[in-house]
């Protein structure tokens, strides 16, 4: 529990980039306060295996409790923030508030329908845990309805999977979906065994995988074709309702839609009053602070940092957890009267996109490369990641054991079953 | 899918009892549709420890449609049945109507709450997969609000926890939720770290484990008392609110209480307008077929057999596995045209309850033994049960590593939230 004489560091957000700085700070003579409204931090890249019932939920987070167990001078509260008050130093949450010296706000970013909120009913995203056990439920009753559907039409629509965006996750979303529907499902269903299931991937832009190299968006886009997948780019989604999407000019009927098309962060503009892109994202300066207020950080996807030629430092974990020690050491110099580090400089570590199994795309820059290879990198990568909050050797047996006895545990419908249409 | 000229039995349920018939029929030339309204198999003896957090949902349930992969007569519909009419030999689902030669009635049990349905929304049940989660939830939920308590009061009543009912479930959860507060959550919240939680058992009869011999139940009220449960004999419950139980006139303020006290059969009787005993089974002949019509079975919870000194056979899982093996096996010597078997004879193979970890006790008629030894026999046991229905090696080491690693993936609160009250 916070003491009255030393420094106290409050953390808002327990993702890659909170918790990586209260790592950073496990020896500071600092009280540390995290709060999340969730007790869980989740390994959001692995997010879309629970979609598609190839992890279950308790394989990819962990308690943010038991992450700190062993770190003292950490305590973890669950609670929802409702504003910063910037010159009491104060934290507003729904159940108890917080006084800080130093505040970090890592509170990430929430997926975005660019204003159109009415689609979310129809083509949920894939954010939080709750996200993807209800992405799985859609998926998995798509198949039980189609089933029993009474006409093809009926039949067609329920195996009709439309992915709307064709970034990392959306690729990896249509291509697990496709070997979940034409691998692992033909042998549990007797009367649509022959029936073919269709995934479509949308894309506003010109190309799948946007932010990577031309020659690796051009071999991701193979990969999918191999599997099945029909993309469509230059293609904006003009509607979406329960009957399927409108994009176009052509409605495609589908009862079952993802959205991973935008990311908008919610809540850190506004708590701190602070100037924010058009994705919320809060301006700050090179050393992550906000202007005027050093003892304010704002790091990991809540942040809109530059980097190089006119773009922004990208959403994604290993940028975060930099962020996240560049914060925390920050803290210690000036505890310690030493001179603090220069500006926050991102090293961009690489891309990884994994495409079905035993396929990805990779690029490190220099090094790039796809396929089975380039799977297994992806995994030890994920793997690495993951060692940080938990046990290797319990994360790498029960990773392992889901892939080699493709795990259909996982496959359970535990929502409300719907079995009459959405 | 069912052709014209093959023999079709109807399934309703795919727990213990259904699943082994449909098993039983695996060569037999029949057609079988199993219909259910989940889409998995759930290992209901273990479904405490998904409430405690020892393990996650896809532990203990498995697709329906996954266990008969690889056998081929077996259809699973996902659908609710609403009606059975036995003159036209058909049973009426929500969905997709079914028409049967044979049909086994193995739909299970709920809880009941004994007429005060009001009480559902203060102690959940545990019977289904959302019972656990929703248990899990409000376990988790009671130490975080404890954390940030206001008062004295406020957080004594967040740490009692009651559970209502000490049969086998009651018993089982009442210790694991005793070890969850005192040995696991312990290490984990820093300002409850010397509160003290209460576990209250409340039972109406005079002992725990009412339907073990007297010294077994003596056993396990000690285990339970070494693991600090308060255990409350020939006491009612009065009422429960959301604040707490009131039972034999005193009030006890808790924001956890779980209900493990009765069942209720429901659907079966309705259906097949049958004769019922008060909890709802169906009375059935000496073969387990309703009076006047041989074609159609009721096993499992559903049914009300005869056993010895005016007991009837327990509702437990290996009672419904012999159930459904009798079954099948009537039906194949019908089709066979050779003598049928005898009367259904219930083999009683003992009874298991384990108590916090590393303790159980067991009762096999002559062999009753308690303590760590029964708790690895306990464990085997199951296990043995889920080699039925899994890979053992998948589901050893899974077992086995919860186990050894005290597993906390699967302490995520994934529901809705409510910080405050419930």
Redesign the interface.
């Known amino acids: 529990?916070p003491t009255a004489h030393r420094h106290h560091v409050v953390i808002i957000g327990a993702g890659f980039g909170g918790i990586t700085a209260a790592q950073t700070l496990s020896r500071a003579d600092v009280d540390i306060t995290i709060v999340d409204?969730?007790?869980?931090h989740l390994f959001q890249p692995l997010l879309y295996q629970v979609a598609t019932a190839e992890l279950?939920?308790?394989?990819i987070?962990?308690?943010i409790?038991?992450i700190f167990?062993r770190q003292d001078n950490?305590?973890?509260?669950?609670?929802?923030v409702v504003d910063v008050d910037l010159d009491a130093k104060a934290v507003k949450c729904?159940?108890?508030d917080l006084t800080f010296d130093t505040l970090i706000v890592a509170n990430g970013s929430s997926h975005s329908y660019f204003g159109k909120d009415a689609w979310a009913d129809y083509a949920p995203g894939l954010k939080r845990?709750?996200d993807a056990?209800e992405v799985r439920r859609r998926i998995?009753m798509a198949f039980?309805r189609a089933?029993?559907a009474?006409s093809a039409a009926d039949r067609e629509r329920e195996l009709t999977f439309v992915v709307v965006g064709a970034g990392p996750t959306g690729v990896e979303l249509a291509g697990a979906i496709a070997e979940l529907a034409q691998v692992t499902m033909a042998?549990?269903?007797?009367?649509i065994r022959d029936a073919k299931a269709r995934v479509i991937l949308m894309e506003g832009g010109p190309r799948v995988l946007g932010a990577f190299p031309d020659d690796l968006s051009a071999k991701a886009a193979k990969a999918l074709h191999d599997l099945g997948v029909e993309v469509r780019l230059n293609t904006i989604v003009e509607d979406i309702t329960a009957d399927g999407v409108l994009a176009g000019g052509t409605f495609i009927p589908s009862a079952t839609v993802t959205w991973a098309a935008g990311v908008q962060v919610q809540g850190a503009g506004e708590w701190l009053g602070a100037e924010t892109d058009r994705a919320g994202r809060v301006v700050v300066g090179p050393d992550l602070t906000l202007p005027n207020h050093p003892d304010v950080f704002v790091i990991g996807d809540a942040a809109k940092v530059p980097w190089r030629d006119g773009a922004d430092v990208p959403g994604i974990a290993p940028a975060a957890k930099q962020q996240g020690k560049y914060a925390g050491r920050t803290i210690k110099a000036r505890l310690a009267n030493s001179s603090a580090p220069g500006p926050f400089r991102y090293r961009h570590l690489g891309n990884l996109a994994t495409i079905g199994r035993n396929k990805a795309v990779i690029d490190f820059g220099r090094f790039r490369m796809s396929g089975f290879v380039a799977w297994w990198i992806w995994g030890m990568a994920h793997i690495y990641f993951l060692i940080g909050v938990?046990?290797p050797l319990?994360v790498a047996?029960?990773w392992l054991?889901s892939y080699v006895?493709r795990?259909?545990?996982?496959?359970?419908?535990?929502g409300m079953?719907h079995?009459?249409g959405k």
């Not at 409204?37 to 869980?40: A, E, G, L, T």
């Not at 950490?74 to 929802?80: G, K, M």
């Not at 042998?187 to 009367?191: G, L, S, T, V």
Request: no cysteine.
């Open positions: 529990m409204k969730r007790n869980y279950s939920p308790a394989d987070a962990w308690p409790r038991s167990s950490v305590t973890v509260q669950l609670s929802r729904e159940d108890a845990i709750v056990t998995l039980e089933e029993i009474k042998a549990d269903f007797r009367r938990r046990r319990v047996l029960s054991s006895f795990s259909k545990g996982a496959r359970l419908i535990t079953a079995l009459r």
